[in-house]
C-alpha cells in the first residue's frame, strides 16, 4: 500500500484549500502589518486604502463582535494589534477586496503613526529585565551543586541556538463561506480544526455549532498550522460574516515568513561534570526561551524542552531552568520535535565539549551513558520495554562504528584541504501530549450498503500519511482491499472537539479509536455472518473481501454480508473513542507519567569540509529507527527520511538572521535556505527494528512523526569534528546554524586576512 | 490605459487566444484564469519549482521544450509557444514518473509534487541531458521539497531510467515518449500545430503610455517588482524569434545578450572555450531559472553578486549596446559606475556581449560559495583569466562578486600580475593587494569579516585550480 493520495498528486488534481472552486463571489484577504517590531499606535488611517474602488471591507480591532484575544494557552494575543505593536508586520488591518492584487493594493495604502518603544530580540536581555511570559521554573533531581567536586571534569558553555522557518511549501490560507442562520463554513490549512472552530465562535460571538471547520489536507504543516493557521481562518470568517460574502486569505511567501512564528530560538548555558571513566554525573541546563510576543504555544513547547533535556542518557543528578522570555518577533510556535530538539542539543553540546576535554570522541560518551529499562527520568517516568541500547547496537553493527573513528582519521591525516567528521546521534522521544487532556482520538467509520467504507477521523492529512495510515487500519480490520475505504476530510461536525495533528500521536490516538469503532461495527457483522452460515461469531473473519468461518472459506462475500446486515437492522456505522491508559502529568510534582511510550534510535551523520571555501557535504546519514510494528512502510520510511532532513537543515542551512529592530532578513526563500536534493545525501540508510511491535500503538505501530527530526542535530557536530580535524578550537559560545560561514570563521582567524600595505599596492 | 493584448498559444491540448496584459504572469493566468490549479505557488520567485511548467518552442521543424517557474514567464513570451502544465501530462494511466513517484513514496503532501513531475519529464524530453543519477538532480535542481528528504524523488528518478532509458535513444524522444506511453499522444501533433498558429493581427503589444519596462528573463525584476509589472507597459526581449547561437569572428566569441545561462553552457563554441560551464552553471541556478535568466539581463540588474557577470568581467568581455545615439561599444568592466548605476541611458539595451577565444595558453576559472550549494545566490564569487606562457603570465583578468557595490573587476591585483612569472609568493602577494580594491558590506549572505575571508579563499582556488603545477594546496595552507 502507497500514500493513499499519491496518484492525485503526481497528476496534480489533489485539492488545497484555495483550489477548490471558488464559490460565487469569493472575495480576497490581504494584511496590512506593523512597519516596525514595538510601539505605541498612535493613529491608524485607512481610507486611502477603503477609497479603492473593488475594496468591499476593512476590519480592525475594533470590528470585532467577540473575543478580541485569542490564544491556544492563554488569550492573550489580539487578532489585530491596536493599541501596540509586538512585532515587525503584526497584522493590524486585514482589507478585503475582488482580488487579491486589489487588497494587497490597498494594504499598502494603510498608514500608521507609531511611537517606538525599545525592542528586545534577546531571550537572555528579557529574561534579565524580567519580560517572562510565565513564572520561572526549575526542575531538579538528585543535587547537582553536590557533586561538582566528585567530577574528574566539568564543563561550562554557552549555546545559541537558532530557530527554524516551517517552510510548509503551501502557505497559510483560509476560506469562509457564510451560511445560513449567521453561520459560517471555513475551509482552513490548519492542524488544528476545533481550535479554530472554538476561536472563530469566540470572535465572532456565536455558539461553536454555528462554525464548521472542514479540512481536506495541507501542503506541509509542521507545526507551523497548529495554533498559527488560525488566525487567519478568524480573520476571514469575521470579514465574510460581516460581509455575507465567502473571503479568502492566501498568505504569500514572504508574508508568511515575516507574520507567522517559528521554531523557538534558545540561549543556553550548560555545566556537566563526568567521571574519567565517560560516566555523566550531572548535567545543569538553562534554557532561555526566545517565546517571542505572545504565548501561542511556548510554555508548553518548554515543558518538552525540559521533558527531552536529558534525553537518551542516564544522568544522577539534573537541575535545568527553564523561562519563557518574551521578545519583539512574532510569537514562536509548534515545530516537530516541540522543544524536545532544543533540549537534547544542548546535551549533545555538553557532550562534545566534555570529550574534547577528555580527548575521547564523543561516541565512547554517549554510548556509556545510554539509558536502561528501570532508568527514572527526572519528572518520574520509569523506563519500560527500553530500545536505546538496542538501536544504538544495531546501529554499531550495521554501520560499523568501530571503523568510522579510524577511516575519518586515516582520511584527515592524508588530506590538507578537505577534512571529514562524524557524529552520531541517540534519540529517546516520548509520545503522548504533556498535556494530557489532549489525549484522545475519535474517528466515525460508515460502510455504506454497496460495501464501501469512509472514515473521518480527528487526524489532518498533512503529507505525514494519517489518512493512508486510517483506511490500513480499517482494510486490515474488516479483512478488505484499501480500495474499499476512503478517508474523509475531517470536519468539525463529524468529529467534535479534535485534538491538533501534533505531538506525532495522531496515527496513534486515531488509529486507535478507529480500531474501536471498527471492532463494534465487526461485532454486529459476526452476528449476522454466523447467523447465515451457522457457526459462532467468533469463530466468524473476513479476509480478502471473504467471510471466513472457523478459518475456511465461505460463499459469502463482504459486499452480500453488508447488505445482509442492513437488512438485519445492524449497525453499519460506529463512532470509537480513544485514550491511552495511565497519563498524568504535573509540572510542580515528581512521580509523573506524561508519556505512553518511547521512541528510540541511534543515526550516524558522516559529513566533509571543504576546508579552502568553508562548505561542506553531507556524505551519508544512516539510521536505525524503532517504528514499532510499521503500518505502511513507504509512508513511515518517509516521515523518518524527511524529519531528518529538517532537522539537518535547522542545524546547518536555515539561517533566520533578525537585525537588531526585530526584522527578519531572510524572510524570503532566496535568503532561506532549506535543504535540496543536492544538499541532501544520497547515502542515507533507514534500519527498522524487527520483531519490535509496540502494545501501545495500533497495529503495534509506533508514532513516527517527530523522532526523526534529531537525528539532524548529529550534522551539527560531525561538521564540527571535521573543523576541528583542521584546527581545533573550543568556540567561546556555540552557535548554530553551522552555516558555511560559521565553518569558513572557525578555520582561519579573520585577523589572517591581511590587505597588502598601500605601498605595495601598485 | 488598456494594456491587455490578444496572445495566442497552445495550452496544452488546446490552442488558445488570451486576452491579457504581456508583463502578467504565467503562473496567475493557470490558476485564476484557466483555473489549472495543479500549478501551485510556492515562493513566486523561483526558488521553489512547485508552479514549473514546460514551455516549448518551434525549432527548425522541431519543438523543443525547457522547464522555466511559471513565476517568471510573462504571458507575452506565450506567443507561438506551447505552455505545458502538469494537466497536460496526464494521461488515462500514470506517466511512467508519476508511476514511479507514487511507487517509491516520492510524494507526502503533494503540494511540490507536481513540479517535481513537470521537471522531471522535461529532462526526458530533452535530448542534451545525460540519462542517469546526476542527470536526475539536475532535472530536479529546481524543485524544492520539504516533506520527504530526497531519497525517495531521487529513487524515482532511477526507476524511470531504468524503464526508460534504454528506449530513448533515437533522435527524437517526444516521439519515443508518445510511443512508450510517457508523455500524451497529442505531443506529436504540436510541431504542425504551432507552425499553424496564426498570429493575431496586432500582436505588438500596447506599450502607448510612456517607455516601456524592459524584460530579459525576468529572474531578478519579477522578484523585485512582481506586484507592479502585470499593469505596466512591457518590452520583452525574449517574445519573439529564438535567439541565434554564438558565433566566432576575429578570434572573438559573440553572445547575443538575450541568450540563456543555458543556452550559453549548451553552445559547442562556449563548451569549447570554457570546458567547465556546465559545472559552472549548475550552481549558478536551477535548470528552470537557467532558462530564463539571460546574459544580457544578469549584466544589467548589477547585482553586485551576479554570477555570470563575474565570469563574463573576468574574460574580459566587451559590450555593444544600441538604442542610445548611436551603436556603441564598451568593456564590461566600465560597464558599472556604482550600485545598481550603469554606463548606459534608460534607451539603451545590450545586443551582443563579444570576448577573445581563449587558446591552448588561456586558463579559464570560476568559482562561487554560497549558503547552500546549490540553488542559491552566491556570497562571494570570483572568476580569472590568464594568458600565459608556462608560468609566465602575460596577461591576467580577475573579478570578484560579493564584496563591493558593484561586480569588480580587480584591477591592480590584475596590473600586478601580468607580465610575471607566477611563484607562491606572487599569488599571496597578489591575494593581498586585492584585499585593498574593496570594502564588503555586512548583509543577509554574510558579515563583512567573512566575505573578506572568503574573496581570498576564492581566490587562491583560482590560483589552485589554474596553476597546479606552480602552487599545491600544501603551499597555500602553510602560507595561510
Known amino acids: ?762 | 490605459m488598456n494594456l491587455k493584448s490578444p496572445i495566442r498559444f497552445i495550452l496544452n491540448d488546446q490552442e488558445v487566444t488570451a486576452w491579457e496584459t504581456p508583463g502578467r504572469l504565467v503562473l496567475d493566468y493557470l490558476r485564476d484564469s484557466e483555473r489549472l490549479t495543479g500549478t501551485k505557488e510556492g515562493c513566486k520567485e523561483g526558488d521553489c519549482g512547485a508552479c514549473t511548467v514546460l514551455l516549448g518552442s518551434l525549432d527548425k521543424g522541431r519543438v523543443r521544450y525547457v522547464p522555466m517557474t511559471s513565476c517568471l514567464i510573462p504571458m507575452g513570451e506565450l506567443m507561438g509557444k506551447h505552455l505545458v502544465s502538469i494537466e497536460g501530462l496526464n494521461m488515462e494511466m500514470l506517466s511512467p514518473v508519476q508511476a514511479a513517484l507514487v511507487d517509491c513514496g516520492g510524494t507526502q503532501c503533494g503540494y511540490c509534487t507536481p513540479g517535481f513531475v513537470v521537471s522531471m519529464t522535461g529532462w526526458l524530453m530533452d535530448e542534451t541531458q545525460a540519462l542517469d543519477a546526476g542527470g536526475v538532480k539536475i532535472a530536479i535542481s529546481g524543485n524544492l521539497c520539504r516533506c520527504t528528504g530526497y531519497r525517495s524523488i531521487k529513487e524515482a528518478g532511477e526507476q524511470v531510467l531504468d524503464k526508460l532509458a534504454s528506449g530513448l535513444s533515437g533522435e527524437n524522444r517526444i516521439t519515443d515518449l508518445c510511443q512508450k506511453e510517457a508523455l500524451p499522444a497529442y505531443f506529436e501533433t504540436i510541431p504542425e500545430r504551432l507552425a499553424a498558429l496564426e498570429h493575431p493581427e496586432n500582436s505588438d503589444f500596447n506599450i502607448e503610455g510612456g517607455r516601456p519596462l524592459v524584460i530579459a528573463g525576468g529572474t531578478d525584476i519579477y522578484v523585485q517588482r512582481g506586484a507592479e509589472i502585470p499593469e505596466t507597459p512591457v518590452q520583452l526581449l525574449n517574445s519573439g524569434d529564438a535567439v541565434p547561437p554564438v558565433v566566432e569572428a576575429d578570434g572573438n566569441l559573440i553572445v547575443d545578450a538575450r541568450m540563456s545561462f543555458q543556452a550559453f553552457g549548451d553552445d559547442p563554441l562556449i563548451q569549447e572555450a570554457i570546458p567547465e560551464i556546465q559545472a559552472y552553471n549548475y550552481l549558478i541556478a536551477s535548470w528552470p531559472i537557467r532558462t530564463r535568466a539571460t546574459l544580457g539581463g544578469n549584466i544589467c540588474n548589477a547585482s553586485p553578486i551576479a554570477d555570470m557577470t563575474c565570469l563574463l568581467l573576468a574574460l574580459d568581455a566587451q559590450l555593444s549596446v544600441e538604442g542610445g545615439d548611436e551603436p556603441r561599444h564598451l568593456a564590461l568592466k566600465d560597464f558599472f559606475l556604482g550600485y545598481k548605476q550603469l554606463a548606459k541611458i534608460e534607451e539603451e539595451v545590450i545586443k551582443t556581449i563579444e570576448f577573445g577565444k581563449p587558446d591552448g595558453s588561456t586558463r579559464i576559472h570560476w568559482e562561487k560559495v554560497s549558503k547552500r550549494p546549490v540553488l542559491d545566490i552566491a556570497t562571494v564569487n570570483s572568476a580569472a583569466r590568464f594568458e600565459v606562457d608556462g608560468s609566465f603570465i602575460k596577461e591576467a583578468h580577475l573579478a570578484l562578486g560579493g564584496v563591493a557595490a558593484i561586480p569588480l573587476y580587480l584591477h591592480e591585483t590584475c596590473q600586478f600580475l601580468s607580465n610575471q612569472s607566477l611563484t607562491a609568493e606572487l599569488v599571496m602577494e597578489a591575494v593581498a593587494i586585492a584585499q585593498t580594491e574593496f570594502q564588503p558590506i555586512s548583509d543577509v549572505r554574510g558579515s563583512a569579516d567573512y566575505k573578506r575571508l572568503l574573496a581570498r579563499q576564492l581566490l587562491l582556488a583560482l590560483f589552485l585550480k589554474c596553476f597546479p603545477e606552480v602552487i599545491s594546496e600544501e603551499v597555500v595552507y602553510e602560507a595561510l
Not at chain 1, 428 to 442: R, V, Y
Not at chain 1, 507 to 526: K, M, P, R, V
Not at chain 1, 683 to 688: N, P
Request: contains cysteine.
Open chain 1, 1 to 762: 500500500m502507497r500514500h493513499c493520495d499519491s496518484e492525485l498528486h503526481v497528476t496534480g488534481r489533489s485539492e488545497y484549500t484555495d483550489d477548490v472552486a471558488p464559490p460565487e463571489g469569493l472575495l480576497h484577504g490581504a494584511v496590512f502589518g506593523s512597519p516596525i517590531a514595538h510601539g505605541k499606535i498612535r493613529n491608524l488611517d485607512t481610507s486611502a486604502a477603503n477609497a479603492i474602488e473593488g475594496v468591499r471591507g476593512v476590519f480592525v480591532y475594533d470590528d470585532i463582535p467577540g473575543q478580541k484575544f485569542i490564544g491556544a494557552v492563554i488569550q492573550d494575543e489580539p487578532l489585530f494589534a491596536y493599541d501596540e505593536v509586538m512585532y515587525h508586520e503584526h497584522p493590524i488591518v486585514l482589507i478585503v477586496a475582488d482580488t487579491a492584487e486589489l487588497a494587497r493594493k490597498a494594504a499598502k495604502l494603510c498608514k500608521v503613526e507609531i511611537d517606538p518603544l525599545p525592542i528586545t530580540v534577546c531571550p537572555r536581555e528579557a529574561y534579565k529585565a524580567g519580560d517572562v511570559l510565565q513564572e520561572v521554573r526549575i526542575f531538579e533531581k538528585g543535587d547537582v551543586e553536590s557533586v561538582w567536586d566528585q567530577c574528574d571534569y566539568v564543563l561550562e558553555g554557552k549555546i545559541d541556538l537558532a530557530g527554524q522557518d516551517h517552510t510548509y511549501l503551501e502557505t497559510n490560507r483560509a476560506r469562509a463561506v457564510p451560511k445560513e442562520d449567521g453561520q459560517v463554513k471555513v475551509y482552513s490549512s490548519t492542524q488544528s480544526p476545533s481550535a479554530g472552530q472554538k476561536t472563530i465562535a469566540a470572535v465572532l460571538g456565536i455558539p461553536m455549532h454555528k462554525v464548521e471547520v472542514d479540512v481536506k489536507r495541507l501542503g506541509g504543516g509542521f507545526g507551523g498550522k497548529e495554533d498559527q493557521a488560525t488566525h487567519w481562518a478568524c480573520m476571514a470568517s469575521l470579514a465574510a460574516v460581516k460581509l455575507q460574502r465567502p473571503v479568502q486569505i492566501v498568505l504569500n511567501r514572504v508574508e508568511d515568513m515575516q507574520m507567522t512564528g517559528k521554531r523557538h530560538p534558545y540561549k543556553q548555558d550548560f555545566k556537566i561534570g563526568l567521571s574519567k571513566e565517560g560516566e555523566i554525573l550531572a548535567f545543569d541546563v538553562a534554557h532561555y526561551q526566545n517565546s517571542g510576543a505572545y504565548m501561542d504555544l511556548s510554555a508548553p513547547v518548554l515543558e518538552r524542552t525540559v521533558l527531552h533535556a536529558t534525553n537518551a542518557y542516564a544522568i544522577p543528578h539534573v537541575k535545568i531552568l527553564a523561562a519563557a522570555c518574551r521578545t519583539h518577533l512574532p510569537p514562536n510556535t509548534a515545530y516537530r520535535g516541540f522543544g524536545g530538539p532544543q533540549g537534547m542539543f544542548a546535551l549533545e553540546a555538553a557532550i562534545y565539549r566534555a570529550a574534547t576535554e577528555m580527548g575521547v570522541s564523543p561516541d565512547w560518551i554517549q554510548k556509556k551513558n545510554l539509558i536502561q529499562d528501570g532508568y527514572k527520568f527526572h519528572y518520574g517516568q520509569v523506563l519500560k520495554d527500553c530500545r536505546m541500547q538496542r538501536t544504538w547496537e544495531e546501529a554499531e553493527d550495521a554501520f560499523e562504528f568501530s571503523s568510522v573513528n579510524d577511516r575519518v582519521e586515516a582520511y584527515n591525516q592524508t588530506h590538507r584541504g578537505t577534512k571529514k567528521g562524524f557524529a552520531i546521534m541517540p534519540v529517546c522521544f516520548g509520545i503522548s501530549f504533556t498535556k494530557t487532556f489532549l489525549n484522545q482520538g475519535s474517528s466515525l467509520v460508515h460502510i455504506y450498503t454497496d460495501g464501501s467504507v469512509s472514515v473521518s477521523t480527528g487526524g489532518i492529512e498533512m503529507g505525514q500519511g494519517v489518512s493512508s495510515n486510517m483506511i490500513a487500519i480499517v482494510a486490515r480490520s474488516f479483512g478488505i482491499s484499501p480500495d474499499r475505504v476512503r478517508c474523509n476530510s475531517t470536519n468539525t461536525s463529524r468529529i467534535a472537539n479534535i485534538s491538533p495533528s501534533a505531538a506525532s500521536a495522531t496515527s496513534d490516538l486515531n488509529g486507535n479509536a478507529t480500531l474501536i469503532a471498527c471492532q463494534e461495527i465487526l461485532s454486529g457483522l459476526c452476528d449476522v455472518a454466523a447467523r447465515e452460515l451457522g457457526g459462532k461469531p467468533e469463530d466468524i473473519s473476513i479476509e480478502n473481501g471473504i467471510v471466513h468461518l472457523s478459518d475456511n472459506l465461505t460463499d459469502l462475500t463482504w459486499e452480500q454480508l453488508v447488505l445482509k446486515s442492513y437488512f438485519s437492522r445492524v449497525q453499519l456505522m460506529a463512532h470509537g473513542f480513544y485514550t491511552p491508559p495511565g497519563l498524568h502529568y504535573d509540572f510542580t510534582k515528581s512521580d509523573n507519567n506524561p508519556f505512553h511510550y518511547y521512541t528510540y534510535g541511534t543515526c550516524l551523520i558522516e559529513v566533509t569540509v571543504d576546508c579552502l571555501r568553508g562548505n561542506y557535504t553531507i556524505d551519508s546519514a544512516k539510521i536505525v529507527h524503532d517504528l514499532g510494528r510499521g503500518i505502511i512502510r513507504s509512508v513511515d520510511l518517509g516521515q523518518v527520511e524527511g524529519g531528518l532532513a529538517q532537522g539537518i537543515g535547522w542545524v546547518t542551512l536555515e539561517d533566520l538572521a533578525y537585525s537588531d529592530d526585530g526584522r527578519l532578513l531572510s524572510f524570503a526563500l532566496s535568503t532561506y535556505k532549506a535543504p535540496d536534493a543536492d544538499f541532501m545525501p544520497d547515502d542515507l540508510v533507514v534500519k527498522f527494528l524487527e520483531n519490535a511491535d509496540n502494545p501501545g500503538g495500533p497495529l503495534g505501530s509506533k508514532a513516527v512523526g517527530e523522532p526523526p527530526f534529531m537525528y539532524g542535530i548529529g550534522a551539527y557536530f560531525a561538521i564540527q569534528h571535521a573543523i576541528d580535524a583542521f584546527r581545533p578550537q573550543i568556540p567561546d559560545e556555540i552557535v548554530s546554524p553551522m552555516t558555511p560561514e560559521r565553518v569558513l570563521l572557525s578555520l582561519y582567524d579573520v585577523k589572517s586576512v591581511k590587505p597588502a600595505e598601500p605601498s605595495v599596492a601598485l
